[in-house]
Structures are given as structure tokens and as C-alpha cells.
């Protein structure tokens, strides 16, 4: 296991509602990052969280929103919710500067109904 | 165009067979390559870097083509544990932005 813990671990909402999804990574990594899976796709980058600020972003709408705290853990907020929105949200802890290995934990599949 | 594209499969292959998978890349750029394997309903884990000279891991087989932007995954003596989604990802220098492919999809059969 990599001790990038996320909860919940499924949810399901409805359309126009928000979500708030939370992440606590592995010990000793300082950088949080948020990947949105569909159904039969890669993972696609979302946003990147160092020092507590984002520091790099996909192309998502500003609905989606994150937050980390000062030890690492790290919040991923979706308001105004789709249909589309409706995937597998990925967690993944690292450490800024070793372009190396990612560390997924088990993600939060999201039903928009 | 997708950055980084991979054929979906699914690559259906005998246990004991060899399998090689490509993905291209379409941003000049990118700097590190990886190869993360995903199992159904289960997270991605890396299953290896890719350097430009080429990197073995046991049956494991990564290469890194530059001139013609494109990586590959050659899995020998295929085993029934190596059935998942096999996802290439590129990163750019600079940027902490990893770009996935739609992930190719491996079946060893008994």
C-alpha cells in the first residue's frame, strides 16, 4: 500500500450539488496532486498543491477547486455538479522536485445523478 | 490529437507469450516518461521509468524513441498476474503535470 489514504470512497450526488473529497499523503511527501479518471480513460491532471498553493492546473473549470494543509493533506471541492463529472478521483502524492513516481491511494468514485 | 495516445486494445495473448505495447507523444518537451500499470477498479502504481537508452526489469522491457516521440513496453513470458491497463505517461521539464494515456488493456489467457 502507498498511505495515500482517501475518503470517501464512494459517493453519489446529484446535479447542482458540491462535493468536498479529502486526501492525507504519504509521509515525507510535500505536494499533493488531483487526477480525474472517466470510465475507459487515463487519469487527466486536475490541479497541483505545494506549500499549500496551486501550483499548476489542468483544463478544469474554476467549479473545481482544492485546498492543501500544513501536513500535506489536501481537499478537492467540485461545486455546480455535472453529469460528467461522474468518475474515479485520484489522489497522488510526491515529492516537488524528483520527477519520479507518483503515489496513487485508491480514489473516490463520484455517481452525478 | 491526444499528447500522449495509446492503442485501447484489449490485447488478448497465450500465457508464456511476448506483448509489446507503443504510445506516442505528441509534445516535443516532454522530458520523463513512465509506465504505470492499473488493475481493475484499483489505483495506478508505476511499473517503470523509461530512460533514453532503454531500461530492462525482469520481463520488463521499456524503450524511449526520441527522434520519433514514441515509448514502448515489451512484456516477455506473459504471466495471467500481468493482465491490467497499462498506462504511458509523460511529463514535461519544469511543469509537475504527468500526462496519462488512455491506458492499453492486457488479457494473458490460460
Known amino acids: 500500500e502507498t498511505g495515500v489514504t482517501q475518503s470517501p470512497t464512494h459517493l453519489i450526488k446529484t446535479r447542482g450539488q458540491q462535493v468536498t473529497l479529502r486526501c492525507s499523503s504519504q509521509?515525507?511527501?510535500?505536494?499533493v496532486s488531483w487526477y480525474q479518471q472517466a470510465l475507459g480513460q487515463g487519469p487527466q491532471f486536475i490541479f497541483q498543491?505545494?506549500?499549500?498553493?496551486?501550483?499548476g492546473r489542468g483544463n478544469f473549470p474554476p467549479r473545481f477547486s482544492g485546498l492543501q494543509f500544513p501536513n500535506y493533506s489536501s481537499e478537492l471541492n467540485v461545486n455546480a455538479l455535472e453529469l460528467d463529472d461522474s468518475a474515479l478521483y485520484l489522489c497522488?502524492?510526491?515529492?516537488?522536485?524528483?520527477?519520479?513516481?507518483?503515489?496513487f491511494g485508491e480514489g473516490s468514485r463520484l455517481t452525478v445523478l | 490529437r491526444k499528447e500522449v495516445e495509446q492503442d485501447p486494445g484489449p490485447f488478448n495473448v497465450p500465457e508464456g507469450a511476448t506483448v509489446a505495447f507503443n504510445c506516442t507523444y505528441s509534445?516535443?518537451?516532454?522530458?520523463?516518461f513512465f509506465w504505470y500499470r492499473q488493475d481493475c477498479r484499483k489505483e495506478p502504481k508505476l511499473l517503470m521509468s523509461?530512460?533514453?537508452s532503454g531500461n530492462e526489469d525482469g520481463r520488463f522491457t521499456a524503450q524511449l524513441n526520441r527522434a520519433s516521440q514514441y515509448i514502448s513496453l515489451l512484456i516477455r513470458d506473459s504471466k495471467l498476474s500481468d493482465s491490467a491497463t497499462y498506462l504511458c505517461?509523460?511529463?514535461?521539464?519544469?511543469?509537475?503535470?504527468?500526462?496519462f494515456g488512455t491506458g492499453t488493456r492486457l488479457k494473458v489467457l490460460a
Open positions: 509521509s515525507g511527501h510535500n505536494t
Open positions: 523509461v530512460y533514453s
Open positions: 509534445n516535443s518537451a516532454s522530458q520523463s
Open positions: 498543491y505545494y506549500r499549500e498553493e496551486e501550483n
Open positions: 505517461v509523460s511529463s514535461e521539464v519544469g511543469t509537475y503535470k504527468y500526462i
Open positions: 497522488a502524492s510526491s515529492v516537488r522536485g524528483e520527477a519520479g513516481e507518483l503515489f
